[in-house]
């Protein structure tokens, strides 16, 4: 019994006495609703937390392991936000939005050694998200994802029919999307993958290989259509090798990409 008591406790915070602090910070602080709920929680939760600045936490979010939690300037979390930070941390840049019932979960009980979600600038993470950083996430600035994205990065081993799958450990290579990137609606990321910068996916695709840069990639699993450079359509759907170093803004890809 106590064995399992340490283990939970150590899931949830780093020491059985901050666990204590935290939960009384957190249980006195996170019901508070509307301004008031808000100011508060940006002063306070700075005693279990780490702030670059102003941030705006709205009541119900629920913060796991708050010590490894890093939020920039002007971060927002929507009602409903869930951070698991279990041990490697995540980091959230300055003006960064996490809407409602969005899910950023480091629960690394086995040990790999670059577990830990770190989003950039500028991002809008949205509603109903899933990211599970057991392999490390990387997100880069101006990064958009609409409702329900998932993005995973780890991955079962199977190999061996004769066991179950629980039990065959897992592959976590860990997933990089790029800045500028647009996730649509539904989207699967899944573990081993880096989405080049400006790139679009589309709704409802499943993405299992690398995607270049300034691409179009749609269906399950995703392949390249266009290059949003020149609008040109891939032969195919096949990878583009060769990366210019263009920069255009997000705005103009997403004009590109609809016209």
């Known amino acids: 019994m106590l064995g399992r008591l340490r283990y939970y406790i150590l899931g949830q915070s780093t020491s059985l006495a901050r666990y204590v602090f935290e939960q009384l910070i957190l249980g006195l602080l996170s019901w508070i609703p509307s301004i008031v709920g808000i100011g508060l929680r ?3 939760y700075r ?24 939020l ?6 929507d009602h409903g936000v869930y951070l698991h930070a279990c041990p490697y941390g995540i980091e ?13 979960h480091v629960y690394n009980f086995r040990g790999l050694p670059h577990a830990g979600i770190r989003i950039g600038k500028g991002c809008i993470i949205g509603e109903s998200n899933v990211i599970r950083g057991p392999g490390g ?9 609409a409702p329900l994205v998932q993005i995973l990065s780890s991955n079962h081993i199977y190999d061996d029919p004769n066991r179950p799958v629980i039990d065959q450990g897992v592959t976590a290579e ?18 081993g993958v880096t989405i080049g910068r400006n790139s679009v996916i ?38 583009k090798p060769g990366v210019h170093d263009l920069t255009p803004s997000i705005s103009d890809v997403l004009r590109r990409g609809n016209r």
């Open 42 to 44: 940006a002063i306070l």
């Open 92 to 104: 959230i840049g300055d003006d960064t939005f996490v809407m409602h019932r969005a899910e950023l």
């Open 72 to 77: 920039g300037r002007n971060v927002y979390l």
């Open 137 to 145: 996430v990387s997100i880069g600035d101006n990064v958009l994802t």
């Open 202 to 239: 589309g709704a409802g695709a499943v993405v299992t290989a690398d995607v270049p840069p300034y691409s179009l990639a749609i269906g399950t699993p995703a392949r390249v259509i266009k290059d949003l450079r020149d609008g040109q359509t891939v032969s195919g759907g096949a990878s």
């Open 47 to 70: 005693l279990i937390l780490r702030t670059r600045g102003f941030v705006a936490i709205e009541h119900g979010v629920r913060l796991v392991q708050p010590a490894n939690i890093t």
């Open 174 to 191: 860990g997933i990089t999307i790029e800045d500028g990137v647009w996730l649509g609606a539904g989207v699967i990321v899944l573990d």
